[in-house]
Nanobody, 115 residues
């Protein structure tokens, strides 16, 4: 069983930055593919970015050049650096970990971009 705990959300003005963290329990974190999803009210959860166990990354077109995913296997943590934030980035952001048939979610952290 892996537990994921997100932190770092909050209120930020357009053009600002936030860094989200997702801390994972357990000793097998380094083998997991990790991802960040987001969900706006009334909309489906969407994939924002992912990183494989080997460090390969992928980004949604809407965040390319603005968001960066990274992982620190020594700290069992994955990060999402969000720059040049826009109001449309407002959502609950969820951390996800996958390995084989195992699929884990965090509880989510709210990000609100507003002036």
């Amino acid at each position: 069983q892996v537990q994921l705990v997100e932190s770092g959300g909050g209120l930020v003005q357009p053009g600002g930055s936030l860094r989200l963290s997702c801390a994972a329990s357990g000793t097998t974190f380094r083998f997991y593919a990790m991802a960040w999803y987001r969900q706006c009210p009334g909309k489906q959860r969407e994939l924002v970015t992912s990183i494989t166990s080997g460090g390969a990354t992928n980004y949604a077109d809407s965040v390319k050049g603005r968001f960066t995913i990274s992982r620190d296997n020594a700290k069992n943590t994955v990060y999402l650096q969000m720059n040049s934030l826009k109001p449309e980035d407002t959502a609950v952001y969820y951390c996800n970990g996958q390995r084989y048939h195992y699929n884990y979610w965090g509880q989510g952290t709210q990000v609100t971009v507003s002036s």
